[in-house]
Nanobody
Framework: QVQLVESGGGLVQAGGSLRLSCAPS????????MGWFRQRPGQEREFVAS????????AYADSVRGRFTISRDIAKNTLFLQMNSLKPEDTAVYYC??????????????????WGQGTQVTVAS
């Protein structure tokens, strides 16, 4: 079973930046789409951003559009989330997700088969 491993979380001041990374445990891992979700304290997990692995087309939640950028490095087999202009309300555990075939709407958690363990992002005011 392929596992996804996130890194790059931490503590940052409001207005600062962080870059999250996500890589699969297996070198060969066929994926159709990857995404980032987050779970803020006391709230349900929510969609943040998604990218179709081969075509590179992206989608964002309204709350992060213009501040966050999702990208991938195919050669390095790695997914990224560049987060700029961070706000205290961005504080959450961020999860990487992937599916191997089209499985439904990209903002739907059920569309993804593989999940990482999560990385904590804390934005101090």
């Amino acid at each position: 079973q392929v596992q996804l491993v996130e890194s790059g979380g931490g503590l940052v001041q409001a207005g600062g930046s962080l870059r999250l990374s996500c890589a699969p445990s297996a070198r060969t891992f066929n994926r159709y789409r990857m995404g980032w979700f987050r779970q803020r304290p006391g709230q349900e997990r929510e969609f943040v951003a998604s990218i179709r692995w081969s075509g590179g087309d992206t989608a964002y939640a309204d709350s992060v559009r213009g501040r966050f950028t999702i990208s991938r490095d195919i050669a390095k087999n790695t997914l990224f989330l560049q987060m700029n202009s961070l706000k205290p309300e961005d504080t959450a555990v961020y999860y990487c997700a992937a599916n191997s075939v089209y499985s439904g709407a990209y903002e739907n958690m059920a569309s993804y088969d593989y999940w990482g363990q999560g990385t904590q992002v804390t934005v101090a005011s």
